[in-house]
């Protein structure tokens, strides 16, 4: 039986948020160390996101006055540390974001607003703390990114938008991969296609089914994987990037292309997925995400059997994540490492050593 919601006043919910944001920056021993919340405990904010209570009535009283140009402020923010994150990586951005919450936002919280204009904060405060959740992810801290998404999820609900709130379902999506909670993966993707309904935009569909096929193929089900790069590439082909909220310009170009790649690399189908992969690649994108689909073509050419290509490829990956500074990257160099090192190839061995002397530049 999946828990019940607890109706929780939406002030005591503020207070914890700020609390987090504050120890956060303080580096608290206990907040970085977080452990990642598993089992029902983990369903619990996507089960209470889905179902009532709703928030009624989100309005406050305070001394400062909260206006919708206050606002605008906050959605600037959100964009300008997601341009930072893509160009700099996480743990660069990190604590400038946590700054910001701490010393602009959280005010705004507590201030004074009417319902209508609290429901604009609310979904503007959604935005930056999944940033924040996004740069602890990158940083390699699950269990307080984990924390950051479900306090972003809460936003979404009081602040009524259901397409935000599914995205936000789908950064939990996305760390649920990493922790090779697959089940829980597609689980989540379904609630937010499911509770998003008709709010849900296109660019979100499509990435919700990509991670759905990623998912299937880690659990080998051929058959799932299958339905949901289908349902993806019919989403794919309904976006219209003038329609959709500024969270969703992830969904760039391209980017369904590396996941299905990625995808039917891992059921063993290489030579759709190497030419998914290099169509991925050709595609023009930001620095970070081009890391990704290069290392994906890399990975991609490395079990093709084409340990020369994949070289080239891999010495792209070194070029283009130079100034970044990103756990998830590392982790992606690590595994590249593994696969040229144990080929024993002079083909690779060069950019081994140059992987070698990257992952000794500590973050």
Avoid at 325 to 335: I, W, Y
């Amino acid at each position: 039986m999946p828990p019940q919601p607890t109706s929780t006043p939406l002030a005591g919910a503020i207070d914890r948020f700020t609390a987090l944001w504050r120890g956060d920056l303080q580096q608290r021993p206990d907040l970085q160390a977080a452990p990642v919340i598993t089992g029902l405990p983990a369903v619990g904010p996507v089960w209470e996101w889905e179902n009532p209570p709703d928030d009624t009535d989100v309005s406050r009283d305070g001394t400062l006055r909260v206006g919708l140009s206050d606002v605008a402020v906050l959605r600037s923010a959100r964009s300008h540390y997601e341009q930072m994150y893509r160009t700099a990586g996480g743990v660069t951005t990190r604590g400038r974001v946590l700054q910001f919450l701490n010393v602009e936002t959280a005010p705004l919280l507590r201030g004074a607003y009417t319902d209508a204009t609290g429901r604009e904060l609310h979904r503007a405060v959604g935005g930056l703390v999944a940033v924040a959740g996004i740069c602890s992810y990158d940083s390699d801290a699950q269990g307080l990114a984990q924390r950051y998404f479900n306090q972003a999820l809460r936003l979404a609900k009081a602040s009524g938008d259901r397409a935000f709130g599914g995205y936000v379902i789908a950064l939990l999506v996305n760390q649920a991969l990493y922790m090779r909670e697959y089940r829980q993966a597609v689980a989540f993707a379904e609630a937010g296609l499911r509770t998003a309904g008709h709010a849900i935009t296109p660019a979100l569909a499509c990435d919700l089914h990509a991670m759905q096929a990623k998912a299937f193929s880690r659990m080998g089900d051929q058959a799932g994987a299958h339905r949901a790069m289908t349902a993806a590439e019919i989403a794919a082909g309904q976006i219209r990037r003038d329609e959709e909220p500024a969270e969703t310009g992830y969904v760039q170009p391209g980017l369904l292309e590396a996941n299905l790649a990625d995808a039917l690399m891992r059921l063993g189908d290489m030579a759709p997925a190497t030419t998914y992969a290099a169509e991925a690649v050709a595609t023009q994108t930001h620095a970070r995400g081009r890391v990704h689909r290069l290392a994906t073509l890399s990975d991609c050419q490395l079990r093709a059997g084409d340990a020369e290509q994949a070289a080239v490829t891999a010495t792209d990956v070194l070029d283009t994540m130079q100034g970044m500074e990103s756990q998830r990257l590392r982790d992606r160099l690590v595994k590249l490492r593994g696969s040229m090192s144990s080929l024993h190839s002079s083909a690779t061995s060069e950019v081994v050593d140059r992987i070698d002397d990257t992952l000794r530049i500590p973050l």
